[in-house]
């Protein structure tokens, strides 16, 4: 027995730093699934494309599209899909990306923004426009007409984030993208964060460059101030904005929102500085009344 165990040893395989970081031992999965509306298959990325295989048989049925994307979004009725082609890191979760939108019936591509970086791009819930984030500001697109409606004006670098989470929100509440479509897809409700007064922080960046650059962002230590946020809601009928007043809001959170069932609904998440208390509030996306629901 003894001669069998070393034997084995002897003739085991060599683990080397060329297959450790090639890959070679990293597990198999599937990238970017999405289950269809139809319950019977599934979307996935693969190289050249994005492709639909079977429940049942588990067999490739084809591409919905060609092409290399890093990601893809479907519209509800998945009419249409938004197609991620390339992309910049920024923090843990948010980065730039350059999209574009293809519809699948009429097989007509739209590019986002005229082909420039945007952030955390969603559509609409009837699938007829994309909301995005440039330059700290939100926007939307019609995808009919292609015409681009700025929402927000006041965006700035290290001062004003609209619609986007400060590092702080993205790292401790771990996403990037701070708005909601409302059902009916007429309202926006969107976060807006003032971090003007939030201590700055700068890292040196070395790159081929005989000197270094460097980055600079808000970064609150403990007990430092943190960014004052406010909730405020788009009406795109009107085109008109309207702060969302939640009352006593000093030094607290707003970690998430979401669409609801309720076309003229959306619900906000507040919390108080140290997460001892959490408020659901629903916002009336027509008048603007706010509701507390839990608390």
Known sequence: MMTAVFSQSINAQEITLDKIYSG????????????????ENYATIEKD????????????????????FESYIFSADESKILLQKESEPIYRHSFLG?????????????????????????????????AFIVDNNLFYQDLTSGKITQITTDGKKNSIIN???????????????????????????????????VPEIYIP??????????????????????????ANLYQLNSAKTTALNLGSFEDHYIPQL????????????????????????????????LTKLFS
């Open 205 to 230: 960046i070395y790159g081929k460059s005989l000197y270094p650059t460097e980055m600079r962002y808000k970064y609150p230590k403990a007990g430092e101030t943190n960014s004052t946020v406010t």
């Open 98 to 130: 350059k999209f574009d939108v293809k519809d699948l019936k009429s097989n007509t591509v739209m590019p986002l923004n005229n082909g420039n970086w945007i952030q955390e791009p969603k559509f609409s819930p009837d699938g007829s426009k994309v």
């Open 49 to 68: 494309g994005i492709a639909k295989y079977s429940y049942k048989t588990f067999q490739k049925v084809g591409n919905i599209v060609d092409g290399s």
């Open 258 to 289: 979401w669409q609801t069932n309720d076309a003229n609904e959306i619900v906000i998440a507040t919390s108080n500085r140290h997460h001892s208390k959490v408020d659901l509030i629903k916002v009336d996306t027509k008048s603007g009344n």
């Open 24 to 39: 070679y031992y990293r597990g198999k999965g599937i990238a970017g699934i999405a289950s269809l509306n139809d319950g």
């Open 163 to 197: 619609g986007l989470g400060d590092w702080v929100y993205e790292e401790e509440f771990s996403h990037a993208d701070y708005y909601q479509w409302n059902k009916a897809g007429d309202a926006i409700v969107f976060v807006r964060f003032d971090e003007s007064k």
